[in-house]
């Protein structure tokens, strides 16, 4: 197992992420196939457990609880989220954190994150009613956290500002970064910011919830004749090996022989060669279906409506790149005036714009997609029942 120094801590570099636990016939978690994952795990060295109050409708962390009882704590580490960005309305923070605590059957946090930072949610965790940061830090002076960070789903702008925001607060952040949104979303932008303000990068969807791990049969015949021998995963996985601030690779397994392949790829640390690597970023481009925007805002300079037109088409490119809850999130952010449907159509933008974007039909689309699409207040129904449940919340 490679492994990494993280604050004085051995921290194994593949780390076991608790999301996408399988499930038996009767739709609960299949404990038995859990318990088997983290055997397999720990025996090759893995020392790291990621979970969060809302992952599989609150039952991730009893779960995890429920596989590593039977192993000493001091030999891992657990990570938990604050799940500001789900909560039904402002709650006692303290006992809502005292909850995880008891499901994880642990007396502190080794890690603990504010749960999916976007242009939407910083107004909760920011919002003086719901005193969320407060909050988490004075359970970090009690010790029942040691090491704070923050896992991250918005633009690049609103990472830079938040970090300048709150310098010395953070030890690492955890974005999505895989060598498909090393462009298509910014991964590589958001890996400079966090490596210059001198946090470490812990990563999430690797694999890119398995969409790299399992290939279109043209590209995976491909890699196959760089490496007979290697999975398509294993490929994702080592390109983030060659990032030197990747302190942390989430990978959400749910069979044992996933956790077998991941570990024969974290056995030791195998550099791309050129060719892998181009190979990699060659079928990356193939996969993306987006606008090629430069955001260099010569569209914003006359809109009528006074759009952020670049933020809005990344919006779109996030649609487009399967990442719709992401870009739903990020547009609930906007006041409404500011929102893709207060385009005008006045073809202005389109006409100054370098790359010859049709921005209008774009907006267009951008706005149906955004009205039809998922939206977070759906997706999170559940998880705020969840919470009034465990406060005994009406």
């Not at 920011?126 to 830090?137: F, K, M, N, Q, S």
């Not at 060719?275 to 955001?295: F, H, Q, W, Y």
């Not at 774009?362 to 997706?379: F, H, I, Q, S, T």
Request: glycine content about 8%; some cysteine.
């Amino acid at each position: 197992m490679i492994y990494n120094d993280f604050k004085g801590l051995k921290l194994s570099r593949l780390g076991f992420g608790c999301m996408r636990f399988a499930k038996d016939e009767t739709g609960a978690i299949d404990q038995g196939c859990v318990n088997a994952m983290f055997d397999a795990a720990i025996a090759g060295g893995v020392n790291y457990f990621d979970t969060a109050y809302p992952y599989l409708d609150g039952k991730s962390e009893l779960a995890m609880a429920e596989a590593l009882k039977k192993y000493p704590r001091d030999s891992y580490f657990v990570a938990d989220k604050f799940p500001g960005h789900s909560l039904p309305g402002p709650v006692d923070n303290s006992a809502l954190f005292e909850v995880s605590m008891r499901k994880c059957g642990v007396d502190y946090f080794d890690f603990y994150l504010l749960h999916n930072i976007t242009e939407w949610s910083i107004k909760v965790y920011e919002g003086e009613a719901y005193h969320i940061i407060p909050d988490v830090l004075k359970k970090k002076e009690e010790g029942k956290i040691r090491h704070l960070g923050f896992s991250f789903h918005g633009g690049v702008k609103l990472l830079e500002e938040f970090l300048n925001k709150y310098e010395g607060l953070f030890e690492f952040v955890q974005i999505q970064c895989n060598y498909l949104d090393w462009t298509l979303q910014d991964a590589k932008a958001k890996y400079d910011i966090i490596t210059r303000h001198g946090l470490g990068v812990w990563v999430m969807e690797p694999c890119r919830g398995g969409k790299l791990a399992k290939l279109r049969e043209a590209d995976s015949a491909r890699l196959r004749t760089l490496d007979p021998q290697a999975s398509d995963a294993s490929f994702a996985f080592r390109f983030l090996q060659d990032l030197p601030n990747v302190k942390m690779i989430l990978s959400g397994m749910n069979e044992v022989a996933q956790v077998e392949d991941n570990l024969r790829t974290f056995a030791s640390h195998r550099p791309l060669s050129e060719a892998e690597r181009s190979a990699l970023l060659d079928i990356a481009e193939g996969m993306k279906n987006s606008v090629p925007c430069t955001a260099c805002r010569y569209c914003c300079a006359g809109c009528p409506a006074g759009l952020d037109i670049p933020f809005l088409i990344e919006c779109y490119n996030w649609y487009k790149g399967d990442s719709a809850l992401t870009a739903s999130t990020r547009l609930d952010g906007l006041d409404e005036n500011r929102r893709p449907a207060a385009c005008v159509g006045c073809g202005q933008c389109a006409h100054v714009c370098p790359q010859s974007i049709d921005v209008p039909g774009v907006m267009a689309e951008l706005a149906k997609l955004y009205a039809e699409g998922p939206k977070w207040a759906d997706m999170s129904r559940s998880r705020q029942d969840s919470i009034r449940r465990d406060l005994n919340m009406k």
